[in-house]
């Protein structure tokens, strides 16, 4: 069952499951204001990702629901999640028009990350990976968001314009023609 390629459920999957329920998870804890365990569970998702490529290769599971169920984790746990996170922190302390076009920003990343993936999946095939990436991966983008978190934590970066601003340009990166190394 676990090592079935055509069992929904095999090995591989449920570790995808897992990242999804992390990312989920850590949603609810930015909500209510714990950042901490959030990352914690932002950290979890990652090493499953990367986890359940792995499983998949070695043990010759990977399959069309498998890219696509990867790519829903990757949207929750790598482009929701994190700017979820990243907003919520620098919108602590404003409100009104600011409020508003700032969480435009995050909305118009969020579209970049969905439209990246779906672009991923439809050049994709079971199995091959890629020497390169075509602009920057979903995981890469939530890790930059993670740093610019970092920053404006830190009163490094203070400005949530500034901020904005580079979460926009990250959101411009997700699409580019950047060629990024795949590890």
Not at 49 to 71: M, P
Not at 96 to 118: A, D, H, M, Q, W
């Amino acid at each position: 069952m676990l090592f079935d390629k055509n069992n929904r459920f095999n090995l591989a999957n449920l570790i995808t499951f897992g990242n999804i329920a992390s990312g989920l998870i850590a949603i609810h804890f930015i909500v209510h204001g714990d950042f901490f365990t959030a990352i914690i569970l932002a950290w979890i998702a990652g090493a499953l990702d990367i986890a359940d490529g792995k499983v998949a290769r070695k043990y010759n599971l990977s399959t069309e629901f498998g890219i696509q169920v990867d790519s829903y984790a990757d949207f929750i746990s790598f482009v929701v999640m994190p700017s979820f996170l990243l907003y919520y922190a620098i919108t602590a302390e404003v409100s009104g028009t600011t409020e508003l076009i700032i969480g435009l920003v995050f909305i118009g990343y969020i579209i970049s990350g969905l439209r990246r993936l779906i672009e991923f999946n439809l050049k994709s095939e079971e199995g091959e990976v890629a020497k390169f990436f075509e602009g920057v991966p979903t995981p890469l983008g939530a890790i930059l968001q993670w740093v610019l978190y970092l920053l404006f934590s830190y009163n490094i970066i203070s400005n949530p314009w500034i901020i904005a601003l580079l979460v926009a340009v990250i959101a411009w990166s997700l699409n580019s023609k950047l060629k990024i190394p795949h590890p």
